[in-house]
């Protein structure tokens, strides 16, 4: 069961920081979260929202292991 954590706006959009789930890729993972609450669901498949997976930022689908931890980042700003 991976390990997922939601940061900033995505947190506050699930009301929950962090949760064990039991995927078997990123994409599983996003379609298991967006089955269980549609809005965040939108909020993942949004632009801007990036992927971490074991702390490294991926720009693709990956498999997962029962280690895995997997961050979604929302859209950042700032100059």
Not at 11 to 37: C, F, M, N, P
Not at 59 to 79: I, Q, W
């Amino acid at each position: 069961m991976a390990r997922v954590l939601l940061f900033g706006a995505l947190s506050d959009l699930a009301g929950w920081r962090e949760k064990t789930l039991a995927a078997v890729s990123i994409s599983d993972l996003r379609q298991r979260l967006g089955a269980d609450d549609a809005t965040l669901g939108e909020a993942l498949a949004g632009p801007g929202v990036q992927v971490a997976l074991d702390q490294i930022l991926v720009r693709h689908d990956a498999v997962l292991t029962a280690a895995s931890e997997v961050a979604f980042l929302p859209p950042m700003s700032g100059g």
